[in-house]
């Protein structure tokens, strides 16, 4: 998929292309670049505060999590391209980021990817 699919919510289940439950959707955000969707103020639906709020650094401060320790970089291209922040399931299991291009399918409420678990970028 080159975007996310119109369909995604939180709360949808989120499976490996070997049919691995990875977790849940925790949270999304939309490609800057796709008109369609929410776009660059839009998280998951809720509006972020645009009062002084312009800046690059300001925009990854309210998107992405201090605690993530994501490289700029990544925070950039997430940005960029869109993703989807799995709450993984367990409990030592990890938070990962699902780029519009890992999905392979939306069954109903379950999203299936094309990768491996290994393959998503760990939050």
């Known amino acids: 998929m080159d975007a996310l ?3 995604l919510h939180e709360g949808m289940i989120v499976v490996d292309r070997d049919m691995n439950l990875i977790g849940k959707v925790e949270t999304f955000r939309a490609s800057d670049e ?3 969707q929410p776009g660059p103020e839009t998280v998951t639906g809720s509006p972020i ?3 002084d709020r312009n800046t690059l650094t300001s925009i ?4 992405f999590r201090p605690d993530d320790d994501l490289p700029r970089e990544m925070q950039e291209k997430l940005l ?3 993703f989807i922040r799995v709450d993984g399931e367990g409990l030592f299991a990890a938070d990962r ?3 519009p291009e890992q999905i392979e399918r939306v069954d109903g409420d379950r999203i ?3 990768v491996p678990r290994e393959k998503l970028f760990r939050a």
Do not use: E, M, S, T
Request: proline share 9%; no cysteine.
């Open 60 to 63: 990854l401060a309210d998107v």
């Open 80 to 82: 960029r391209d869109g």
């Open 5 to 7: 699919p119109a369909n």
């Open 112 to 114: 299936v990817l094309k």
């Open 49 to 51: 505060v645009k009062q």
């Open 34 to 36: 796709n008109p369609h």
């Open 97 to 99: 980021y699902v780029f």
